[in-house]
Nanobody, 123 residues
Framework: VQLQASGGGLVQPGGSLRLSCAAS????????FAWFRQTPGKERERVSC???????NDADSVKGRFTISRDNTKNMVYLQMDSLKPEDTAVYYC??????????????????WGQGTQVTVSS
C-alpha cells in the first residue's frame, strides 16, 4: 500500500484546511486509516482515525474542530481542519493498517505511512 498526503499550507488562526491522502493498493476497504502530526522535539501524535466501518475517533486536542472521512470509491482519506490554532502547526502524516475493523485507537503500530505535509497556522 502506498499513501500520498497533500493539502498542507499556511493558514491564519481560525481558518480551515483540508488534507487529502491518496491510497493505492489492494483491499483498501478493509483498512483503517489515521492522521498523525509531529513537531520538532515532540512525540508523534495521532490526531484522528477511521475504521473500515467508518467509526472515527479524534484526539481531545482536535475534537469538535477536525473531521476525518474516507471515500472508498476514490481510495481517499480526508482530514477537514477548522478553527485552526497556532498549536496545530505540524507536519501531518497519513497512515494505514490492513486490519481495519478494530476500534482504531487500539491500533498500536501502523505499518503504512505517507510522506508528510506541512501545516502552518500563523498570522
Amino acid at each position: 500500500v502506498q499513501l500520498q498526503a497533500s493539502g498542507g499550507g499556511l493558514v491564519q488562526p481560525g481558518g480551515s484546511l483540508r488534507l487529502s491522502c491518496a491510497a493505492s493498493g489492494s483491499n483498501l476497504d478493509y483498512y483503517a486509516f489515521a492522521w498523525f502530526r509531529q513537531t520538532p522535539g515532540k512525540e508523534r501524535e495521532r490526531v484522528s482515525c477511521i475504521s473500515s466501518s467508518m467509526r472515527t475517533n479524534d484526539a481531545d486536542s482536535v475534537k469538535g474542530r477536525f473531521t476525518i472521512s474516507r471515500d472508498n470509491t476514490k481510495n481517499m482519506v480526508y482530514l477537514q481542519m477548522d478553527s485552526l490554532k497556532p498549536e496545530d502547526t505540524a507536519v501531518y502524516y497519513c497512515a494505514g493498517h490492513p486490519h481495519g475493523g478494530a476500534y482504531c485507537p487500539a491500533i498500536i503500530s501502523w505499518p503504512y505511512w505517507g510522506q508528510g505535509t506541512q501545516v502552518t497556522v500563523s498570522s
